[in-house]
């Protein structure tokens, strides 16, 4: 069965949506885009289609996602899901409930196969309690970046990178604790922070560092825990991806390794969309208590980088 879905924006990431939307894409809005169906959403016959993938800048996607899902229609939203405040996205929540409309927001690293696999060492307790995590993500569009009218703005790095890490860690531990401080905000080449290092947690603490000056697309994890280590290198979409897992000698020794590697080429927008369309089908219920959680982190993180 199809979902008749719309790509609302189509940028970069519209333009990947619809690509891997294939048949379901039954129309694109854009502004200003010479090839979009649209101009605006409101143009469209309610009749149309069944969802939506927003992939506009922050400030219309809570607007546009009530009043989509008024209308019963789900939506898929690019991530982070920024609003003016929590009481927003409890609108959507409820409103989304009352029609039983699918909201989700797009966090293409969860379906990362090394990403995957590291939360499986961690649920079935190879890893044993985990102690201390080190993240960094950094790529080269400080440069890109600067040359926008709306990206260069704000909190730069932070949301776009450190909405990424922080849905990351939620993905692996569960609840955490809102409790990550600014330890550097750097203004190297744009005007809003280009890189940006943050710490917190208790058990375990984190170390989350996110960079546009880093002129070779990386990713990296450390994870330090009772039983042994994991080490994630790079995502698939740059290469090959590849997860070392070292289980501990007592009393002290070289661990034994496993390695494992996928190789080069993205699997995760086609899985997650894939997701989404399950989600439709089934109408789960809308939660948004992730969103929620990463509006306010954000929200106070930001504030502190300004």
Known sequence: MNLRCLIVGMGVQGT?????????CVGTVDPVAADATWRDVAE??????????????????????????????????EKPFWAADVASLDRIETEARRTRAVVYTAYNHRFE?????????LANGRLGRP?????FYGNGTARLVRDSAWRDTGAGVLPDLGSHLL????????DIADDFRVVVASRHENRAPDRVQLAGGGAPTFDLDMSLLSWRNHFTCDLFAEHGSAHLESLCKW?????????????????????????EGDPTWAAEYAYFRDLCMRRVPADLSGDRWLLSTLGRLAAQVA
């Open 16 to 24: 990947k949506r619809r690509r891997v939307a294939g048949t379901d």
């Open 44 to 77: 469209v016959p309610d009749d149309a289609y069944d969802a939506a993938l927003l992939c506009v800048p922050e400030a219309p996607k809570a607007d546009l996602a009530l009043r989509l899902v008024a209308r019963g229609k789900h939506v898929l939203v």
């Open 113 to 121: 196969p090394g990403f995957v696999a590291l939360r499986e060492a």
């Open 131 to 135: 102690y201390h995590c080190r993240l």
């Open 167 to 174: 849905d990351t860690l939620r993905f692996w531990f569960g």
């Open 239 to 263: 290469g090959e991806s590849r997860l070392t897992v070292r289980s501990r000698v007592l009393p002290a020794g070289r661990p034994v390794e496993e390695i494992r590697s996928w190789p």
